[in-house]
Structures are given as C-alpha cells and as structure tokens.
C-alpha cells in the first residue's frame, strides 16, 4: 500500500535532500559572484553526493574549474574539468537541446585549449 522511498547518492537529490538544496543555492551564488575558491567546496558535495539534481552543476562546475585553472594555472583543474565533462555526459547527455555530442565538443575544445 505505502511504497518507501530511500534517498541514495542516484536518487535526484542525493542522501540528503535539504542540504543539497541549501549547498547547491550556497555555491550558486558564489558562481554568479565568479567567486569559484569559495564556491568550490559546496559544488563538490553536489557533484559527488547528488550528481543527477540539476544540469546547471555541470555548467557552474565548467565555470568554476576554468576559473580555477586560470587562476592557478594547476593541470588538476583540468583533468576534473574532464571529469565534469563525461558525468554530464553520463546524467544529462540525452537532453534534446545539448546532446552527448555538443557537451563532447564542448569537452574537446576545452582539452584542445588548456591541455597544451
């Protein structure tokens, strides 16, 4: 009669659902403050605890490991750049507007720009 819902890491939300909502919001607005040190960390919880919450993740996150590479000029940024790439891929990659395709191009202009 009542069905249980267990919130897992694959679940939309994540294990917890009100601190990736809040975390999510937090490092948001660092994002459009192009803030991305302090961003960074609660960006990273969402992008490991709850990675199907919403597709801008993937967005802020490119933006925050460019601004990070530029700003360090450190090759890890690069590889989680990489790594952003080929999880939206795996979470997002059928959207009708950004396809697996687009996001790889995406990908492969950003490997050509900073992997040199």
Known sequence: MFGANAQTK??????????TIMT???YGEMVKQ??????????RY???????????TYINGVKIMRGM?????????????????????KYFG????YPTGWILGRKGGD???FGK
């Open 10 to 19: 694959e679940s939309k939300y994540g294990v917890d659902s009100v601190k």
């Open 69 to 89: 590479y530029y700003a360090t000029k450190d090759k890890k940024y690069v590889d989680t750049l990489m790594m952003v790439y080929d999880q939206r891929i």
């Open 46 to 56: 969402i992008f490991n605890n709850a990675p199907k919450f919403q597709r801008s």
């Open 111 to 113: 490997l050509f720009a």
């Open 24 to 26: 999510a919001s937090l």
């Open 34 to 43: 192009k803030n991305y040190k302090e961003a960074l960390p609660s960006w």
């Open 94 to 97: 059928t959207s009708r507007k």
